[in-house]
């Protein structure tokens, strides 16, 4: 537990002395101490708006990839090169959820 809290102390701090990171953090910061302090607050999205931001999350992911795999981001050290097993996984999501949105652009991201 103490090197957990160690791991995260240093990645807190990293992540801290980028601006771009801090500005994030700091706006964010205040979001979601409202959020917690009210035990009884509605989720802050829709389901639809949920599974929509996440699918543009994905979709954000394959942009900044050179090879429009999918790859993750790590606060501290940026995105990552793609992951071609989770991708891959990915693939039947944002075709279904392109089928029940009716969007063509994100079949034609997702096969491509």
């Given at each position: 537990m103490i090197q957990s809290a160690k791991r995260y102390a240093y990645f807190l701090i990293?992540?801290?002395?980028?601006?771009i990171n801090r500005t994030f953090f700091i706006r964010n910061l205040k979001q979601w101490k409202t959020i917690y302090q009210n035990k009884h607050h509605s989720p802050p999205y829709?389901?639809?708006e949920a599974l929509e931001?996440?699918?543009n999350w994905l979709l954000l992911s394959q942009s900044k990839m050179k090879d429009n795999g999918i790859g993750s981001f790590k606060i501290a050290a940026g995105w990552s090169s793609s992951y071609p097993e989770t991708t891959g996984y990915i693939?039947?999501?944002?075709?279904?959820?392109?089928s029940l949105s009716n969007n063509t652009e994100i079949i034609k991201k997702a096969i491509s």
């Open positions: 990293k992540t801290l002395n980028n601006p829709t389901f639809d931001k996440a699918t693939i039947p999501s944002l075709l279904k959820y392109a």
